[in-house]
């Protein structure tokens, strides 16, 4: 069975401090592992597409990197406005299966 | 291009009440579904369609049913709701095929079942 757990569940930053969140999954045949960003009373927005181990993609303040066990979302010295709640999800064939999430909380 | 538009954005039902969530999408995207979102357990697959005509189920099917005549529309129907359906419902869509790529979803509809 598929499943993607991520950690911590929740993380208090303060601006400028730099940290990394993990999504870990188990999938029988990994299609994609996305990233998306999800505000308050909104739906996910997308991030980033990761496809293989070793892949590393960038934007803005982010950083997503994947190996064949998980994959981390680096912040580099974060903004209030960067405080959201972050899913990974995986994509094994038609399925899609998303972690839990991680809230981050960024204070000025 | 509205992207992915739902309706009603709030909705409350009394146990046995039926009624249907309307998705539609005007990127011309093949593949549509539909998730749940329940505090602490992430998004939970309902039912996906790959295209007008082909639906199938994902993880939490039961109680829910779906159709796919057009390419834009993916409605989301409840034929008897119960408390446990109670959550927030979320329609996506994602150009699918052999390039699969992100999803867009849309801005949710909020049901409470009583």
């Known amino acids: 069975e598929d499943q993607v757990t991520q950690s911590p569940e929740a993380l208090r930053l303060q601006e400028g401090e730099s940290s990394s969140l993990n999504c870990s999954y188990t999938?029988?045949?990994?299609?994609?592992l996305f990233w998306y960003r999800q505000d308050p009373g909104k739906g996910p927005e997308f991030l980033f597409t990761?496809?293989?181990a070793g892949e590393e993609k960038e934007k803005e303040r982010l950083k997503a990197t994947l190996t064949k066990k998980e994959s981390f979302l680096h912040i580099t010295a974060p903004k209030p406005e960067d405080s959201a709640t972050y899913l990974c999800?995986?994509?094994?064939?038609?399925?899609?299966?998303f972690g839990p999430g991680t809230r981050l909380s960024v204070l000025p | 291009n509205a992207g992915v538009t739902q309706t009603p954005k709030f909705q409350v039902l009394k146990t046995g009440q039926s009624m249907t969530l309307q998705c539609a999408q005007d990127?011309?995207?093949?593949?549509m579904s539909w998730y749940r979102q329940d505090p602490g357990m992430g998004l939970r697959l309902i039912h996906y369609?790959?295209?007008?005509?082909?639906?199938d189920q994902g993880e939490v099917p039961n109680g829910y049913n779906v159709s796919r005549s057009t390419t834009e529309d993916f409605p989301l129907r409840l034929l008897s709701a119960a408390p446990s359906q109670t959550s927030v419902y979320f329609c996506?869509?994602?150009?699918?095929?052999?390039?699969?790529?992100?999803?867009?979803f849309g801005p949710g509809t909020r049901l409470t079942v009583t």
């Open positions: 996506a869509s994602s150009r699918g095929g052999l390039a699969w790529t992100e999803q867009y």
């Open positions: 999938v029988s045949g990994l299609r994609g």
């Open positions: 990761l496809y293989s």
């Open positions: 999800a995986v994509q094994d064939g038609q399925n899609f299966v």
């Open positions: 990127m011309n995207h093949e593949y």
């Open positions: 369609s790959v295209g007008a005509g082909i639906t």
